[in-house]
């Protein structure tokens, strides 16, 4: 197997997991803002990894805009976010982000990264402000949060980390296939 492994990372989280995939499978490892299409001819095994963010996957356009270029070779790709996995989650981000046939050929993975706002660029930043006002109002109009919405808040504050090396296992094992 050649593989390669391609990531987009705001907060270091899915750099971390790419990182540790490229290791496990010695396979050559390139942000997306420095890989070429053209350089995808080499390898059979193309793993992509980016944040997600209200179910759209970070970056994913690389593999959109190319996969009929990429046909032919066993496709990855992996997420990573602060939630916890939630099988009716992964489905809705397939559903999404990828068309009926990009499914078919395109094997999804979901790991559990963290959270750091120091580490967000500016306007994930006022995003995330906006999003953890609009939950501090619904608590304090007596609303009922989600477990979602309590964990935010419990770690917007302070950095979390959530990467865990062994739950690569699964995508290492099916690359290997």
């Given amino acids: ?28 490892l390139f942000d997306v803002s420095t890989v070429e299409i053209s350089t995808l001819s080499d390898y059979d095994t193309v793993i992509y990894g980016g944040s997600l963010h209200a179910v759209g996957i970070d970056g994913i356009k690389f593999i959109k805009r190319n996969f009929d270029r990429l046909k032919g070779k066993k496709i990855i790709v ?18 999404k982000n990828f068309t009926p046939e990009q ?16 580490k967000l660029p500016p306007f994930d930043k006022f995003l995330m402000s906006l999003l953890k006002m609009k939950i501090k109002i ?16 419990s770690i917007y504050d302070k950095p979390v980390d959530y990467t865990r090396k062994e739950k690569i296992n699964d995508l290492i094992a099916y690359a290997r296939m």
């Fill in 1 to 28: 197997m050649n593989a390669v492994v391609i990531y987009k990372s705001k907060t270091g989280y899915t750099k971390k997991y790419a990182e540790w995939i490229a290791k496990e499978l010695k396979a050559d």
């Fill in 138 to 153: 619904k608590e304090k109009k007596g609303g009922k949060l989600t477990p979602d919405e309590k964990g935010m808040l």
């Fill in 103 to 118: 499914r078919e050929q395109i094997r999804f993975f979901y790991f559990r990264g963290g959270f750091n706002y120091a």
């Fill in 78 to 95: 992996f997420a990573t976010g602060a939630s916890p996995f939630r099988e009716n989650v992964t489905d809705e981000v397939t559903e």
